[in-house]
């Protein structure tokens, strides 16, 4: 497995391999691996001869007062975990390779970023598209694979590929959870273990709304306050949203159908901001 930190190394990678007719499969991540990751790993392998991962925690997509110096890191323990899988190669650029001196373009999705997360975090979004579509251009895959549990980040970036005409396939992976049904996230590290109970809220919500929608519940204001006092019983989390929005457009949906995704952010004990999502009908539901 090489690790590349050049953008014009890593391009130059990437031309020679496409000459010689391999396809590759770009995972995005910001690091910290766990099993969600190399799920992603494992799933971009399946489709592509080559799989190259893009490890850069990007601070354009973080807000001032967000968690960029808590993130967690772990570059040693993620190149090993790397090693085990089929990766052959890993591009870490520094933000300075990335964001050089005079550096003023941005890639902005409009209306997709006014919902759900790109409410409480102006300007998160438009990092995030900047950043993809620049590592899109630098190691111009056939691939990009990003998982669920990003439910919005993701429908951003197919918005992204179909307006931009990106000929690159994105693939959408399932969340991957702890045995207790906490989804991976590489924030988890930062989780107090006294506030697990109270990070679970978020996998229980989906559950007992499921249950809901099959007992048949389907306005989601009734939904919306049973799922309120759900997680506000316990005393650390605080709801950043909890919404019913088509899994497309993202609107604010009514009554529950196919197409319903719940979304919820919630924050632990004031700094561990976590996400889950979820379809709510089968045959969706998981
Ligand atoms: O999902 C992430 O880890 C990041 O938002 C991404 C896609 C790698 C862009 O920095």
């Not at 549990?149 to 693939?171: C, E, H, P, S, W």
């Not at 799922?227 to 497309?248: G, K, R």
Request: with cysteine.
């Amino acid at each position: 497995m090489e690790i590349i930190t050049n953008p014009e190394a890593m391009h130059q990678w990437s031309r020679e391999r496409f000459r010689s007719g391999k396809t590759i499969g770009l995972v995005p991540t910001m690091g910290f691996f766990h099993e969600g990751h190399l799920s992603l790993m494992r799933k971009a392998a399946e489709v592509c001869d080559l799989v190259v991962v893009s490890l850069f925690v990007n601070p354009t997509q973080f807000g001032p007062n967000e968690d960029l110096d808590r993130y967690p890191r772990n570059f040693e323990r993620d190149m090993a975990l790397a090693g085990q899988e089929r990766v052959a190669a890993v591009f870490a650029p520094t933000p300075d390779l990335m964001y050089p001196d005079g550096f003023q373009t941005e890639v902005r999705v409009k209306e997709l970023a006014h919902h759900l997360c790109g409410l409480s975090r102006p300007g998160h979004f438009t990092g995030v598209t900047t950043v993809v579509s620049k590592l899109f251009h630098i190691v111009q895959p056939d691939v990009a694979v990003f998982g669920e549990k990003d439910f919005q980040q993701l429908a951003i970036i197919r918005r992204m590929v179909k307006d931009l005409n990106i000929g690159i396939t994105i693939i959408g992976h399932p969340i991957v959870r702890e045995a207790d049904g906490l989804a991976m996230s590489s924030r988890n590290a930062n989780l107090d273990p006294a506030h697990r109970t109270a990070a679970l809220s978020l996998s229980t919500a989906l559950k007992l709304t499921r249950e809901r929608v099959r007992s048949g519940i389907i306005d989601t204001t009734v939904l919306h306050r049973e799922l309120e006092a759900h997680i506000h019983a316990h005393p650390v989390a605080t709801i950043d949203y909890v919404s019913f929005v088509d899994c497309e457009t993202l609107a604010a949906a009514a009554t529950v159908n196919e197409r319903t995704v719940l979304a919820l952010a919630v924050k632990i004990d004031g700094k561990v901001r976590l996400i889950d999502n979820g379809f709510l009908l089968e045959p969706n539901a998981a």
